[in-house]
């Protein structure tokens, strides 16, 4: 018999005290498990999201990164923004191109170049899929003032500069 699903907090709770159990440190437990219970939560929503408007994620990937470039990229560093193959790249842009939201034009200086960029197309898809999003991550956001908003994004800038660190 499948178990009843759990609510997010329950699951949280029960997480936390696992690692807590298994020589976890509380406080650092508590900030991870809720950073990713959130995440993987809101990963849900988008994905719904997403598939409503009728992209999938890897195309999404690449409006994004196009987006947030802010300037034609070329399919070789789309592919390495996205991490995919650039076969696989290829494949993406001419899904895209076929639905007008991208666009290719050649390099003026190198005929064998190639740039893309979105189309008003791909800018208002893009829009609309921020503006849902924001819809969803205001709500999950509600219980906190501005002035506890702007302490959270603080305090995770803090940790994600951090990361660098870590990473290094």
């Known amino acids: 018999m499948a178990r009843a699903p759990q609510s997010v907090q329950a699951q949280y ?66 592919a390495d923004l996205t991490n995919v193959a650039p076969s696989s790249m290829t494949h993406r842009l001419d899904k895209l191109a076929e639905r007008g939201l991208i666009e290719r034009a050649p390099d003026p200086q190198n005929r064998t170049r190639v740039y893309v960029s979105l189309t008003d197309e ?19 956001l509600q219980d906190l003032s501005d002035t506890e908003r702007g302490e959270l994004a603080r305090m995770l800038e803090v940790v994600i500069a951090r990361l660098d660190e870590v990473d290094a």
């Open 13 to 78: 709770r029960r997480d936390v005290a696992t690692y807590v159990n298994a020589g976890g440190e509380e406080s650092v437990q508590r900030v991870i498990t809720a950073v990713s219970s959130l995440n993987r939560k809101l990963d849900q929503w988008y994905a719904r999201q997403l598939a409503d408007l009728d992209i999938a994620p890897g195309e999404w990937g690449v409006v994004t990164a196009l987006a947030k470039a802010g300037t034609p990229l070329t399919p070789s560093q789309l």
């Open 122 to 140: 791909g800018w208002q898809l893009f829009s609309l899929a921020i503006r849902g999003a924001n819809v969803v991550e205001s709500d999950v």
